[in-house]
Every structure is written in structure tokens, then in C-alpha cells.
């Protein structure tokens, strides 16, 4: 993804609730957290599981996954728990108006 495209609204996504959406045939997780959006890689670095079926934790901004109970911080797409030890990507986020964009991962 070279450019900000449209992903979701707002509304789709309420404050502590996750969803996926596939952009460009990534398969992306976005989050809200109090009141800011997140999107990084949907799956797990560890074993591929999908993240959005894991349990967002809003209390510190990670996603955990529900294979192996890996974490990651939502704001940087590390690992914070084990057994995954490789960060998923974290896409840009900008919100106009009702809509959320998301654009290039970061590296």
C-alpha cells in the first residue's frame, strides 16, 4: 500500500473493539483504544493466527493471540509476551472525518 486509502468508519469500529479488514490483499487488524486507531498486521508472527479472533487488551494497548497467547503492542507491533518474538507491522492511521485511512507500514 503506497498511499492512505479508505478503510473503515468510525462507527465500525467503537472505542475497546477490533475488526480486520484486507486492503491490497493484506489482511490488516484495526483497534480503537481510547479514542485512537490502531492497524497492524491481522496475523501472528509466531504461528499465523489471526488477531482480530484473539482479545484486545485495552488496559495496555496490546492484541493477544488466541493460538499461544503471543502479545503485541498495538502502538509498535512488537512482542510483548512470548512465544511470538518477531513484531507484525504497523500500518499509518489517519482518521478524516468519519473515515478511517490507513496507509504504508511502517518498516
Not at 487488524?29 to 485512537?36: E, F, N, R, T
Request: a negative charge; one cysteine or more.
Amino acid at each position: 500500500m503506497c498511499e492512505f486509502v479508505k478503510a473503515a468508519k468510525t462507527s465500525d469500529i467503537l472505542d475497546g473493539t477490533m475488526t480486520s479488514v484486507t486492503i491490497e490483499g493484506e489482511e490488516i487488524l484495526i483497534a480503537c483504544v481510547g479514542g485512537q486507531y490502531y492497524a497492524i498486521q491481522n496475523k501472528c508472527s509466531h504461528q499465523g493466527g489471526w488477531l482480530d479472533q484473539g482479545e484486545l487488551r485495552t488496559d495496555s494497548c496490546e492484541v493477544m493471540c488466541p493460538l499461544h497467547d503471543a502479545c503485541f503492542d498495538l502502538r509498535t507491533g512488537e512482542p510483548t509476551a512470548e512465544p511470538a518474538k518477531t513484531p507484525v507491522k504497523v500500518y499509518a492511521v489517519r482518521v478524516e472525518g468519519d473515515d478511517i485511512l490507513l496507509g504504508p507500514a511502517g518498516s
